[in-house]
């Protein structure tokens, strides 16, 4: 029986556009998004007869294989909730709209809204090859960090909980806006679900206390 499974998108193919149009959607989410889910079910089968059959030598590759897959899945996941149409998203986390403490965290974390704004982008548009530009929050400091995924895993620090994250593949926006990465990681910005991020960073809180229990 698979273990994980591909999460309905909340919201129909067209929802996001003009930003990222109906066709980028559709293959996004029913083919690379699925592609991990069936790569982490497959993954885990495999470990399964590594076991049985102590077969040890295969194990490197397939521990980073299902790095991969499952990295992709959860990434994907969070991608989808943390977007919403441009009349809904975008713009910047005002107190007003519910989301004061999301707001306030980014800026001490980072100074001000435009200076993670600026950083989150450039994470994300020079990331080198695939990957993606993530904003997390990290118990030990108890800020929010951003921190640059490349393909789906690495150079994160561990224990980091991502609540918004850019999809800086090309599948995420190459029929649409070509080899202008640049433009893409901008139009993001007009989608953004504030609500969702703030959610996220609610959520992520009340469990930073788990990697500072003591003995």
């Known amino acids: 029986m698979p273990v994980y499974t591909l999460p309905e998108l909340p919201y129909d193919y067209s929802a996001l556009a ?8 559709e293959l996004h989410h029913d083919k690379h ?16 007869e590594a076991r049985d059959k102590e077969t040890w030598g295969s194990i490197n590759g397939l ?14 996941s969070i991608y989808w909730q943390n977007m919403t149409g441009p009349k809904d998203g975008g ?20 100074g001000s809204f435009a200076n993670f704004k600026a950083q989150l982008s450039k994470a994300s548009a020079t990331t080198q090859g695939s990957g993606w530009g993530v904003l997390a929050y990290e118990p030990l400091s108890r800020r929010l960090i ?12 561990q224990g980091a909980t ?8 090309e599948h995420a926006f190459y029929l649409q806006y070509r080899n202008q ?10 989608v953004v679900n504030w609500q969702d991020v703030a959610r996220r960073y609610e ?11 003591a003995p």
Not at 93 to 103: F, I, K, M, S, T
């Open 33 to 48: 998004h699925a592609a991990y889910v069936k790569g982490a079910n497959d993954t885990l089968e495999q470990l399964a």
């Open 162 to 169: 991502p609540i918004l994250v850019f999809d800086a593949w």
């Open 181 to 190: 990465k640049v433009d893409f990681i901008e139009a993001m910005w007009q």
């Open 63 to 76: 521990e980073k294989n299902l790095a991969f897959h499952l990295s992709g899945h959860i990434l994907h």
């Open 18 to 25: 003009p930003v990222i149009s109906p066709e980028i959607i």
């Open 91 to 110: 713009g910047e986390p005002l107190a007003q709209d519910g989301v004061g403490e999301l707001a306030d965290a980014i800026t001490e974390s980072f």
């Open 203 to 213: 959520a992520a809180k009340s469990r930073a206390d788990v990697l500072l229990l």
């Open 146 to 157: 951003v921190e640059q995924v490349y393909d789906h895993q690495g150079n994160v620090g």
